[in-house]
């Protein structure tokens, strides 16, 4: 037996001289606080006096080489260690990877404030990603090609040379109105002839509006009342050089009237359909909308009521879901007045808020 005495300054202390001078199966006998030797002992802390025995055999044979227990708790210590620093990188590391991932794209900041759905972005953002060569591009550079990949997105087409057009859309969106604005512009600044024909029948009054503008303008009108009337129609209006047709207003969720407008639509062949959007339409809403108007096949869209809203994000939503370009934005109730052909980079600037 080997009994040991030890002035420590804590138990801890303790324990691990005893524990690495005398093995684990070391005990202690006792402990009591002792004040320390000499002149200024009695101003300095207690000291911890333990008194600790242990089996010969648990002596450890040689005070420089550590014994077994020790060596594996040492090995446990460093690999608990080495976890701890590598998951600490892993983490810090982590950090800085979704940090520079996510670290403030100003252009994305808009793009959501503007109302864009948050999956159109990050769908905006990886498409630029993607077509980037270099995957380790500065956030700076990200934000220019974002920019780019935008501009792209937001195209616009010149439909004005097609003769047929038809004009789909949600109601109230202002179809019939934007077709009054257009029939004044082509007949009284671009003197062309214009027919004006409505298959909208279903609500009170709407054949009577559209009837009214040809009136005004003096332009010849037709109602077709059922899809056999359309051939004939069309003959009727063979001199015009521009037909306008309006059509009803639709529950896009409403598959059945989306394939009866589809029905006339077929019939009457046109080469140009218009898909009317309200700027004021919720953005979630529009994207279901565009979806469920594809049946329809429309080949560009026309965006309405800009001077209704301050957020323009609808315009990104719009294009980037339909891939068709714009035709004519609208921008009030006065007819002719509140139209205007659509401008990439004026559009663009509108999202932003530079406009
Ligand atoms: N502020 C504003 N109002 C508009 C604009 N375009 C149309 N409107 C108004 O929106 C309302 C509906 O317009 P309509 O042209 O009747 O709409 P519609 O799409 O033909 O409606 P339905 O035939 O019922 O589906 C009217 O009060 C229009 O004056 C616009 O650009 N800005
Ligand atoms: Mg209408």
Known sequence: MIVKRYIVDSMQEALAKIRYEL????????????????????????????????????????????????????????????????????????????????????????????????????????????????????????????????????????????????????????????????????TLYKNKKVGLITIDTYRIGAIEQLKSYAEILGVPFEVVFSIKDIPKILENMKKCDILLIDTTGRNSKNAMQIAETKQFIEKIQPDNVYLVLSMTTKQKDLKLIIENYNALGYNSLIFTKLDETEIYGGIITSSYTSGKPISYITTGQNVPEDIELADPSKLFKLVMGEE
């Open 23 to 186: 093995g684990n199966d070391a005990v202690i006998v006792s402990q009591r606080k002792i004040r320390q030797k000499g002149f200024l002992g009695f101003f300095k802390p207690k000291k911890l006096e333990v008194t600790a025995a242990a089996d010969d055999k648990n002596k450890k044979q040689d005070k420089n080489q550590p014994s077994k227990e020790l060596e594996k708790e040492i090995t446990e210590l460093k690999e608990m260690v080495e976890t701890l620093v590598k998951t600490q990188t892993d983490s810090s590391l982590a950090e800085t990877k979704t940090s520079k991932k996510t670290a403030k794209l100003k252009i994305k900041d808009k793009l959501v404030e503007s109302d864009v759905p948050e999956e159109i972005v990050e769908e905006i953002i990886n498409r630029t990603r993607n077509k980037l060569s270099d995957k380790k591009v500065t956030n700076k550079k990200l934000e220019v090609e974002i920019i780019n990949t935008l501009k792209e997105t937001i195209k616009t087409a010149d439909v004005d040379n097609k003769r047929i057009h038809v004009f789909v859309g949600p109601t109230g969106v202002g179809k019939t109105t934007t077709i009054a604005k257009l029939a004044s512009i082509y």
